[in-house]
């Protein structure tokens, strides 16, 4: 499965990005998706998690309120929608996918997940 990761870019302080990722599987429907992020010298951080059917997500308390991650399964993709940016969330965003045609739920470690894009820098500025 590749995943490809596109919207990210500069953006000011308060500004906002909307994230996708588009999946190459047919199977999009059974993957657990989530969005991490990782500055340099860092682990990868969740910012959010969203189960097979959509209908549960997870946020990190940094994500809370300002972050909306949402799929479209007929279209393959996961959206991360992020408002009110600020300069704690300049890193690189990582989707990330791992297949699960069994066990509905969120899956919150980057341990979890087999699949992972190539990355897409935010950069948030003053």
């Known amino acids: 499965v590749q995943l490809a990761e596109s919207g990210g870019g500069l953006v000011q302080t308060g500004g906002s990005l909307r994230l996708s990722c588009v999946a190459s599987?047919?199977?999009?429907?059974?993957?657990?998706m989530a969005w991490f992020r990782q500055v340099p010298g860092q682990e990868h951080e969740i910012v959010a998690a969203v189960t097979r059917s959509g209908e549960e997500t997870y946020y990190a308390d940094s994500a809370k309120g300002r972050f909306t991650i949402s799929r479209d399964n007929a279209k393959n993709t996961v959206y991360l929608q992020m408002n009110g940016l600020n300069a704690e969330d300049t890193a690189i965003y990582y989707c990330a996918a791992d297949f699960r045609p069994i066990q509905q739920g969120l899956h919150l470690n980057d341990y979890e997940y087999r699949y992972w894009g190539q990355g897409t820098r935010v950069s948030v500025s003053s």
């Open positions: 599987t047919p199977n999009f429907s059974l993957y657990a």
